[in-house]
């Protein structure tokens, strides 16, 4: 019961075990995207255009400073008065037009300039021989400076209504770049919708995809799998890392794709800008990079020891409720509350490891690499002031960069938060391609004819592990029609017989033939379309009774569900349910006594009509007067079909046309039940110990 005590678990050696690398995983994901390649490929196309506009907006703001709200500071020259035009400024009893609105050929008089200095606006009607630092001496008084020399300029200040008349040229094209921002910003936000509409869409339809693969495959998986592999930790791979998986198509790669395109948009921007400046933040190229693969290193490794961590809870906190009743009968509440504990601490200290690697590794350090980025920025333009006008940038572009740079970090944020998503979905995604990659056999839908019923094992040899064989040289022959019972002590290898024959394991050595077919060279799936089984613990499902019988099957009648239910004796122990045969069952049929779950799962082989019917100590969980029912029920039924009984009570196959006795997985004693009582062997003993031990009981 000390399961955790039982259990050696290494977090390093699992991490390192059965590892695909990155790359195939990735190539894997890549496949199962391109099922979807075209809406995929029109949100990238979206995404782009979204992208385009949302980058174009800096360039539009760079153009309304630079031109229409700075170029105020830009030579002017003096136009005739009779000079007409939607950019001749008047002032003082002259026009004036800045030196960038001459046409082609047109006449330039004196020039002047237009200069602020401070909050104020100052008119000086001569050239200035260089920029720099602007300052009032004294009212009419302007100085420059500009590497130690100072210049002083006579200057009019203007009033706000004649420092409107020259702005006023500039409104017609200012209002026009603000109406192209703005319609640059509503398709920025219609194609920002319709590409994460597309890709979201592409995600689940994926996702749906990838579930139905995994459910598919879970039926292609032979019965071995399952043998050492908790239902928890399968449920764990269809549900929990499918839907880390969608994460990482939905909002993952979105961040991943739009990060790329933006930072390349951006780059182009930048140089497109000052080549100089956007080559020094390159830098955040490479130390992105770095950045990535530091990180995924690390956390690669917690993300598959959580992922594996929640696995093992899944499939205890699965196996506790399956075993609840026996747990709180046997009072071992406290000892699977401690063996859940050493799971659930193993899963929080590596739950905390990924926590401080994220911390370590996320908006710290994109403050530090911003920080970077912007010191270079202060450096170059304190640089550019000083080395010569030609180097001076203008305000837009200066306005420009620092947008831009602002923007590149957003992009970089939504990657480095996306990181841990990202490693999880790629553990996530191993894990589940080592289930799909496991080899099974895929559903047959081919047909077979009904069998006759003859089967045969010739010389058979099996074992659940290597080397340690249950079965042992089994061979016997069972002709149409007739029944065939199974006994022994507990281990003996009885059940290993049906699970042969119903091909939920192969033999490794020997043969099994229906109808002279070797079982092995035939579907699996085809060749049990004709069998039946019953087993000792029969499996209800979340349903009806009716559902249950027929089990969804369209061929199956509500009337054959009925005949099949009354064939087996159930109408009397099933009349007092209020519904009858459309009562509702739940997960395993709880709500019903254990006679009743077992009569509808004989009336849910004989529903089938099966060549070859299988019962595997399907009496030994049904009281006395039940099992009379189904013993004159199975006397009608078994008659045209091959019937194997495997029975610990030996008076329920007295009528048996052959009994064979297995021993440590060979066949000691073989008759039918008069001659095996003549023997005097193993039989006849079970047989008199039952018997006496009834009369005791009397």
């Known amino acids: 019961m000390d399961k955790a005590a039982e259990i050696e678990w290494d977090p390093e050696e699992e991490a390192v075990q059965g590892v695909r690398s990155k790359t195939a995983t990735i190539k894997r994901l890549v496949t199962y995207a391109f099922h979807y390649k075209t809406q995929l490929l029109l949100a990238l196309l979206m995404l782009a255009i979204a992208v385009g506009t949302d980058l174009a907006g800096p360039f539009v703001a760079k153009r309304i400073i630079d031109v229409h709200i700075s170029g105020i500071g830009k030579p002017w020259y003096e136009v005739g008065t009779e000079a007409t035009g939607s950019f001749a400024v008047p002032y003082d009893g002259a026009r004036y037009k800045r030196e960038d609105r001459f046409g082609e050929g047109e006449a330039r008089g004196a020039e002047v300039r237009v200069l602020q200095v401070g909050r104020d606006y100052y008119f000086i009607d001569q050239p200035i021989t260089a920029d720099g630092a602007r300052s009032v001496v004294e009212p009419g008084q302007i100085a420059i400076a500009r590497g130690g020399v100072v210049d002083t300029y006579p200057a009019q200040k203007l009033s706000p209504t004649e420092l409107l008349a020259f702005f006023e040229p500039e409104f017609g094209g200012l209002l026009r770049l603000c109406y192209l921002y703005f319609g640059l910003l509503v398709i920025s936000s219609v194609f920002s919708y319709g590409q994460r509409y597309f890709l979201q869409a592409s995600a689940n339809r994926i996702i749906r995809k990838m579930r139905n693969d995994v459910f598919g495959q879970i039926n292609r998986l032979p019965i071995r799998y399952f043998d050492n592999l908790p239902a928890g930790k399968v449920v764990s791979r269809v549900t929990n890392d499918t839907e880390a998986i969608r994460e990482l198509y939905v909002t993952v790669l979105a961040n991943f794709f739009t990060g790329m395109i933006y930072m390349g948009g951006i780059f182009a921007a930048l140089f497109l800008l000052d080549a100089r400046l956007a080559a020094i933040c390159l830098f955040i190229v490479p130390a992105l990079v770095l950045w990535v693969y530091v990180y995924g290193k690390f956390a690669k490794r917690y993300n598959r020891i959580i992922r594996s961590a929640v696995s093992e809870i899944n499939g205890m906190v699965n196996e506790s409720i399956q075993g609840m009743p026996i747990i709180k009968a046997f009072r071992k509440e406290k000892t699977i509350s401690n063996e859940f504990e050493v799971f659930n601490s193993r899963l929080f200290k590596y739950q905390n490891k990924l926590l401080s690697l994220n911390g370590l590794t996320g908006h710290n350090l994109v403050g530090v690499i911003r920080n970077i980025a912007f010191m270079s920025l202060i450096w170059y333009f304190g640089g550019a002031s000083l080395s010569g006008p030609e180097s001076v940038i203008t305000l837009g572009v200066m306005y420009a960069f620092v947008d831009y740079l602002n923007r590149l970090f957003n992009p970089i944020v939504n990657i480095v938060n996306q990181l841990p998503n990202l490693e999880t979905a790629l553990v996530s995604a191993e894990r589940v391609f080592e289930l799909l990659d496991v080899a099974g056999d895929d559903v047959a839908d081919a047909r077979m004819d009904r069998y006759q019923g003859h089967v045969r094992f010739e010389d058979v040899w099996f074992a659940y592990k290597e080397g340690e064989y249950v079965l042992q040289g089994i061979s016997f022959e069972a002709r149409q029609g007739q029944t065939v019972a199974f006994v022994g002590h507990t281990g003996s290898g009885k059940s290993s017989v049906m699970n042969l024959l119903f091909r939920f394991y192969d033999a490794e050595r020997g043969r099994i033939t229906i109808d002279g077919m070797d079982v092995q060279k035939l579907p699996r799936q085809s060749m049990r379309e004709h069998m039946g089984i019953v087993l000792q613990d029969p499996y209800l499902f979340t349903g009806t009774v009716a559902s ?147 009369v005791s009981a009397l």
């Open 548 to 694: 249950n019988v027929s089990l969804n099957d369209p061929a199956i009648s509500r009337e054959r569900v009925q005949s099949a239910l009354d064939a087996v004796g159930a109408e009397r122990l099933l009349k007092h349910l209020p519904r009858g045969i459309d009562e509702p069952v739940i997960e395993k049929g709880s709500t019903l006594s254990s006679g009743q779950r077992q009569l509808i799962s004989f009336a849910r082989a004989l529903a089938f009509d099966p060549a070859i019917l299988i019962l595997d100590e399907a009496t030994s969980n049904i009281d006395t007067e039940t099992e009379a029912v189904i013993q004159d029920a199975l006397e009608v039924v078994k008659k045209g079909r091959t019937t194997f009984v495997i029975a610990h009570r030996l008076s329920t196959i007295k009528s048996a046309d052959l009994i064979l006795v297995l021993d440590h997985g060979q066949i000691v004693e073989r008759g039918d039940h008069e001659s095996l009582m003549r023997l005097q062997g193993k039989y006849a003993q079970m047989y008199h110990i039952q018997q006496g031990g009834l």
